[in-house]
T-cell receptor
Framework: KAGVTQTPRYLIKTRGQQVTLSCSPISGHRSVSWYQQTPGQGLQFLFEYFSETQRNKGNFPGRFSGRQFSNSRSEMNVSTLELGDSALYLC?????????????FGPGTRLTVL | DQQVKQNSPSLSVQEGRISILNCDYTNSMFDYFLWYKKYPAEGPTFLISISSIKDKNEDGRFTVFLNKSAKHLSLHIVPSQPGDSAVYFCAASNRNQFYFGTGTSLTVIP
């Protein structure tokens, strides 16, 4: 069974631009969560979706948004990029709703904002 | 407010010895815990989990211990191998969302 895939793996953008990241969960998984990882900060929760519904949202500004499609694939969008948005963005999938089941992570998208 | 804490940013251990990684949490509603290993430029890889109905879970060289009264869990790796060198994250769930610690970087010295 294929694992979680994320595209693109690397992105370089400039301040003020917007970016869309994509995540394809493990086949059969209906839950997708997104995290931001920066040095020394661990994994900061962004938001999570289950069956196309956003169930929880972390403490991030409205510039960060996401959605989930009927095939469980998910996208997250960051508008008006800031230097501080440079990070590794990880998505994780699980079969059950988040928090009830083991999450499996993708390789991440490394975003650099110049 | 960091509800899951890994107070040791780094740990060095000799090959063949035991590695003990610690994790503390503050929320008594957490009842499901996971450990992940992460190599640079890769996503975290699931290692082992434990539910609050147990106090110990083993999988090969990896054992997780849970002390609910102290709100503390630990991951034991025996024997440690150079390939275990990575960042280890603990995560706790209230059945609604996972909360992650900031990670402990383990170096196993050959």
């Amino acid at each position: 069974k294929a694992g979680v895939t994320q595209t693109p793996r690397y992105l370089i953008k400039t301040r003020g631009q917007q970016v869309t990241l994509s995540c394809s969960p493990i086949s059969g998984h209906r839950s997708v969560s997104w995290y931001q990882q920066t040095p020394g900060q661990g994994l900061q929760f962004l938001f999570e979706y289950f069956s196309e519904t956003q169930r929880n949202k972390g403490n991030f500004p409205g510039r960060f948004s996401g959605r989930q499609f009927s095939n469980s694939r998910s996208e997250m969008n960051v508008s008006t990029l800031e230097l501080g948005d440079s990070a590794l963005y990880l998505c994780a999938s699980s079969y059950l709703p988040p928090g009830q089941d083991t999450q499996y992570f993708g390789p991440g998208t490394r975003l650099t904002v110049l | 407010d960091q509800q899951v804490k890994q107070n040791s940013p780094s740990l060095s251990v000799q090959e063949g010895r035991i590695s003990i990684l610690n994790c503390d949490y503050t929320n008594s509603m957490f009842d499901y815990f996971l450990w992940y290993k992460k190599y640079p430029a890769e996503g975290p890889t699931f290692l082992i989990s434990i539910s609050s109905i147990k106090d110990k879970n083993e999988d090969g060289r990896f054992t997780v211990f849970l002390n609910k009264s102290a709100k503390h869990l630990s991951l034991h790796i025996v024997p440690s191998q150079p390939g275990d060198s990575a960042v280890y994250f603990c995560a706790a769930s209230n059945r609604n969302q996972f909360y992650f610690g900031t990670g402990t970087s383990l170096t196993v010295i050959p």
